[in-house]
């Protein structure tokens, strides 16, 4: 049985269990992709030269048992008229979505059965599971060799691990760091690599006891806990855009070239879905 929730701030409202009925989705498939091509005058065919994926569109058809019609549109629409999250169950298979609503039609009533049309838009046209992933990173690594000529560096903390993503599509994870004491930094800064894809992300910045910095890859921001941007201490080679799980296995390395011992970072991360078939 489909299950379709639309929840947000001000509540839920659930389509396929009393008192609304589901009739019809359409949506739910791939997303609509849009390609740029060249023709030539001197050739056959055509080059296709870019692809973007458009925003993808949710239409539910469905009525509602109305025992007090006035009560229970208001308190739906209430609901519907604020973005949200759509979250589609079918069986064990269960998928989330950011959406909003852009049209609700009324169409016929048949008794006590009120019939209406909804349709979501969903900016960002993939699917997610229903909870994000966490994985903690860092380790101590030894760096004592055979030989060495004091002054040195005994240990740092370098963080390795594999990273397991599902679904078909890349993720754009968050990072969180912590700095536990405060400590003299060096200007070698923080490095996140994936090994995988080769993407990396360096931020140029110290931090001091009790900071959080939290990196959105998706939303392209790096920000402390009061909100202050710190994007200008990226590096120069550097671009948020391009950092990126890749579906299966991730080899994710964290290297902080300051004082290591003082610093943890957690990657949160989701499986990604082009579609939520049901």
Do not use: W
């Not at 839920?12 to 023709?39: C, H, R, W």
């Amino acid at each position: 049985m489909t299950k379709i929730t639309y929840r947000n701030e001000l509540g839920a409202v659930t389509f396929g269990e009393a008192p609304i009925n589901i009739l019809k989705i359409d949506g739910l498939m791939l997303p609509k992709k849009q390609y740029s091509t060249f023709l030539y005058s001197d050739g056959s065919g055509q080059t296709t030269c870019g692809e973007a994926t458009l925003a993808r569109n949710i239409t539910l058809t469905a009525d509602i048992y109305l025992k007090n019609r006035s009560q229970e549109l208001s308190k739906m629409l209430r609901i519907l008229n604020k973005k949200g999250v759509l979250e589609i169950t079918n069986g064990y298979r269960k998928r989330k979505i950011d959406a909003y609503l852009s049209t609700f039609v009324l169409n016929e009533r048949h008794g006590k059965y009120q019939c209406f049309t909804l349709q979501f838009v969903c900016d960002y046209p993939y699917f997610s599971d229903f909870r994000k992933r966490e994985a903690g990173i860092f380790v101590r690594e030894d760096l004592v060799e055979n030989e060495f000529t004091l002054p040195a560096v005994f240990t740092r903390r370098s963080g390795k691990m594999t990273v397991e993503l599902g679904g078909e599509m890349p993720c754009e994870p968050i990072v969180r760091l912590s700095c536990r004491k405060d400590y003299e930094g060096t200007g070698e800064g923080i490095k996140l690599i994936n090994h995988t894809n080769g993407n990396f992300f360096i931020l140029n910045y110290s931090m001091s006891e009790g900071e959080e910095i939290t990196i959105d890859f998706r939303e392209r921001t790096v920000t402390n806990a009061p909100g202050d941007s710190l994007i200008n201490y990226i590096s120069e080679d550097t671009f948020l855009s391009e950092f990126k799980l890749e579906p299966g296995e991730n080899e994710i390395e964290v290297i902080n070239g300051e004082n290591a011992e003082v610093i943890a970072a957690v990657m949160e991360y989701k499986n990604i879905y082009a579609e939520a078939a049901i």
